[in-house]
């Protein structure tokens, strides 16, 4: 199929009303109608790769595979993945200097070595090994402390990206050069330099596929969630649920992060407000 015909392939108004309906049944994602022609566009290549001539056939293809892969490609080429290490450096700020001293205290006076944090929506890993960059470099090195991050999203293909763990020199840049040297390890190949995240993060990140429309295997309290630039794909009702349940997920003290371009403002939720983005349980 040549590139003129898919940039002449026309998505019906129907075929838009069904994807829409797809994507928002399996992961909250709210398709609006001034999002038809970026449906368009995103899923021209899911019907070039699998010669498809018509949104019809590949929606065929996708309600028929029993195995659900059909649906996550689908998803994974409506999602946006823009992310990047110390992305919105006021939340990693205020986790070094504000939340994580006193959190530490308190746990050392009670002899209570855990920290739990979840990543929800990864993406390729920049932010969960930049959390996990912070809290270690908070512990300095004491070996007792028991650190855990969950990092999920719905993205198959970015959770691959991120079990890697394999940057290029321009995608690491906003790592501090001397964490840089401390936590990855440069790589030289085929002319290229790469950087792969050390033992020390893999150590304490966990990578694993989660859709937070459905039930979430999380059997512990968690001390920080960042769910940032995620909710923004959500309608207010399912964000409304959404925060509900992270603030069930916390004990008095958690700190939820969301993303700069989103509020709690007109949802009802029980969290006090820290500063812009960052609210406590």
């Known amino acids: ?145 028991d650190i855990k991050i969950l990092a999920t999203d719905v993205s198959t293909g970015m959770l691959a990206q991120a079990r890697k763990g394999i940057y290029d020199a321009a995608r690491v840049e906003p790592i501090p050069l001397p964490l840089r040297h401390k936590y990855l390890v440069r790589r030289r190949g085929d002319g290229a330099e790469t950087y792969e995240v050390g033992d020390s993060l893999r150590r304490v990140v966990m990578f694993q596929y989660l859709n937070l429309m459905k039930d979430w295997p999380i059997k512990t309290l968690l001390d920080f969630i960042f769910c940032r630039n995620v909710m923004i794909y959500f309608d207010k009702p399912t964000q409304s649920r959404l925060i509900q349940r992270f603030y069930d997920l916390m004990p008095p003290g958690g700190v939820l992060f969301t993303g700069h371009s989103e509020s709690l403002t007109g949802i009802e939720h029980k969290f006090r407000y820290l500063q812009p983005t960052i609210y406590v349980k």
Not at 8 to 22: A, G, Y
Not at 42 to 57: D, I, V, W, Y
């Open 1 to 145: 199929m040549t590139a003129l015909a898919l940039k002449e392939m026309v998505l019906r108004e129907r075929e838009f009303n069904l994807i829409s309906d797809l994507v928002y049944e399996h992961c909250g994602i709210n398709l609006h109608h001034g999002k038809k022609e970026l449906v368009r566009a995103r899923l021209a290549k899911r019907l070039r790769e699998g010669s498809f001539s018509t949104f019809s056939a590949y929606l065929r293809h996708v309600l028929d595979d029993t195995t659900g892969r059909a649906l996550s490609l689908l998803v994974d080429s409506l999602s946006t993945n823009l992310t990047k290490f110390f992305r919105e450096g006021q939340h990693f700020e205020c986790l070094r200097t504000r939340l994580l001293p006193g959190l530490l205290e308190t746990r050392r006076r009670r002899r209570d070595p855990r920290i739990r944090a979840w990543s929800a929506g990864c993406s390729s890993g920049e932010e969960p090994y930049s959390i996990a960059i912070t809290i270690l470099e908070a512990i300095q090195g004491d070996g007792r402390w």
